[in-house]
């Protein structure tokens, strides 16, 4: 009788032993799933986290970029609003380059100077004395029978001729200069000057004009050469 009550609570002991198993696992499991779902849900966060902070940044850019395209748009409005204004200070400012570069003709008040052969023949030199002197003064504009003087232009004796922008020239000699008429003719005439020199060797004449007309460089390419120039651009 007593052995059946042993083995009887020895199988209730088994039995509340695996159900305490089983409520330990079942606990175990529980905690490593909570601990799976907690880990899930902090990275979950920081992925959230991650990816707001992408939108945020992406979200920034693009308000630069359309603060940047706005400003262009202002930009472009403003000069359409000006573009007559622009376009005439364009046209000037070629005008002006024109002009410079002896590319028009152009007429002015100025002076008007005659160099003959007398005790000596005209050479180079006599010329470059009066066009030197007449660019010191002042002179807008220059020619030398006729031929526009520029940056570009060589006046050198090829005897028995003179050439000036390869064309070949002879006594007389008749240079135009456009400027105040006054301050060119007293720059030549002063003492000991240019007109004084070469009056000792040379029939000179100088005469004020309130037109001068002085016709443009030919534009034939043999004057002003660029075939040979590279713009640079502006870093």
Same mark, same amino acid.
């Given at each position: 009788?007593?052995?059946?009550?042993?083995?009887?609570?020895?199988?209730?002991?088994?039995?509340?032993? /695996?159900?305490?198993?089983?409520?330990?696992?079942?606990?175990?499991?529980?905690?490593?799933?909570?601990?799976?779902?907690?880990?899930?849900?902090?990275?979950?966060?920081?992925?959230?986290?991650?990816?707001?902070?992408?939108?945020?940044?992406?979200?920034?850019?693009?308000?630069?970029?359309?603060?940047?395209?706005?400003?262009?748009?202002?930009?472009?409005?403003?000069?359409?609003?000006?573009?007559?204004?622009?376009?005439?200070?364009?046209?000037?400012?070629? +005008?002006?380059?024109?002009?410079?570069?002896?590319?028009?003709?152009?007429?002015?008040?100025?002076?008007?100077?005659? /160099?003959?052969?007398?005790?000596?023949?005209?050479?180079?030199? +006599?010329?470059?004395?009066?066009?030197?002197?007449?660019?010191?003064?002042?002179?807008?504009?220059?020619?030398?029978?006729?031929?526009?003087?520029?940056?570009?232009?060589?006046?050198?004796?090829?005897?028995?001729?003179?050439?000036?922008?390869?064309?070949?020239?002879?006594?007389?000699?008749?240079?135009?200069?456009?400027?105040?008429?006054?301050?060119?003719?007293?720059?030549?005439?002063?003492?000991?000057?240019?007109?004084?020199?070469?009056?000792?060797? /040379?029939?000179?004449?100088?005469?004020?004009?309130?037109?001068?007309? !002085?016709?443009?460089?030919?534009? +034939?390419?043999?004057? !002003?050469?660029?075939?040979?120039?590279?713009?640079?651009?502006?870093?």
């Amino acid at each position: 009788m007593s052995t059946g009550r042993n083995i009887g609570r020895n199988f209730a002991i088994t039995i509340i032993c /695996l159900i305490l198993g089983m409520m330990v696992a079942w606990q175990y499991k529980s905690i490593n799933y909570n601990e799976s779902i907690a880990s899930y849900e902090n990275r979950r966060i920081e992925t959230l986290k991650e990816d707001l902070i992408k939108l945020q940044k992406s979200n920034t850019e693009l308000r630069t970029k359309l603060q940047k395209l706005q400003e262009e748009v202002r930009l472009y409005e403003t000069a359409q609003a000006g573009s007559d204004e622009a376009y005439k200070n364009l046209l000037k400012e070629l +005008d002006a380059v024109r002009i410079f570069a002896g590319m028009t003709d152009v007429k002015g008040k100025g002076v008007i100077i005659t /160099l003959e052969d007398s005790f000596f023949t005209v050479i180079d030199s +006599d010329i470059l004395l009066v066009v030197n002197e007449l660019r010191a003064a002042g002179a807008q504009a220059i020619s030398v029978n006729d031929e526009r003087i520029v940056a570009m232009t060589e006046i050198r004796d090829a005897l028995p001729y003179i050439m000036v922008n390869g064309t070949q020239i002879t006594s007389p000699i008749t240079i135009k200069a456009i400027g105040n008429p006054e301050q060119l003719e007293h720059s030549l005439k002063m003492i000991n000057g240019v007109i004084e020199k070469l009056q000792e060797y /040379l029939k000179v004449t100088i005469k004020k004009s309130d037109e001068v007309f !002085i016709p443009k460089i030919r534009d +034939d390419g043999s004057v !002003i050469k660029t075939n040979l120039l590279t713009p640079v651009t502006p870093k």
